[in-house]
């Protein structure tokens, strides 16, 4: 099985006896975009800092606050999280890190070499309306 990597970077190649097998830049950033989110201290990943605001981005856009390389054989990642309140967040990275790479080489067959968590914020639990009845000072 040979592996060719095309010029624009976007796509792995294999070519097999029956015909070749494509994985797209984006399929990897898509499947380590869902990987990330399913760790529990994770409320989301970062769309990028602008003007110092944060944007969360909901699991429609999972491949926004992933950034890849891929090779031939080999997949660097970089994942921009905002990590909930209260979660040690060494211990939330290391769960990303293996749960991205085992993710990402058990459906691409791609090695990979490198995850950086990149974190962008902290997400605190918004108070429920029924919090707001109450402590409002004047009724």
């Known amino acids: 099985m040979d592996t060719i990597d095309r010029q624009e970077g976007i796509e792995?190649?294999?070519?097999?006896?029956?015909?070749?097998?494509?994985?797209?830049?984006?399929v990897v950033a898509i499947i380590a975009g869902l990987a990330a989110t399913e760790i529990k201290g994770v409320a989301g990943m970062s769309g990028g800092?602008?003007?110092?605001?944060v944007e969360m981005?909901?699991?429609?856009?999972?491949?926004?606050?992933?950034k890849v390389e891929v090779g031939e054989k080999e997949a660097a990642i970089d994942l921009f999280v905002i990590i909930e309140f209260g979660a040690r967040i060494p211990d939330v990275a290391q769960q990303i890190q293996r749960n991205?790479?085992?993710?990402?080489?058990?459906?691409?067959?791609?090695?990979?070499?490198?995850?950086?968590?990149?974190?962008?914020g902290v997400a605190f639990e918004k108070p429920d309306a029924k919090d707001d009845e109450h402590s409002s000072r004047v009724r």
Do not use: F, Y
């Open 49 to 53: 800092v602008s003007a110092g605001i």
């Open 57 to 66: 981005l909901g699991r429609k856009n999972l491949a926004k606050g992933v």
């Open 100 to 120: 991205v790479k085992n993710d990402v080489e058990s459906m691409t067959g791609l090695k990979v070499v490198e995850i950086n968590i990149h974190v962008q």
């Open 12 to 26: 792995k190649i294999e070519k097999t006896e029956l015909g070749s097998i494509k994985v797209a830049d984006e």
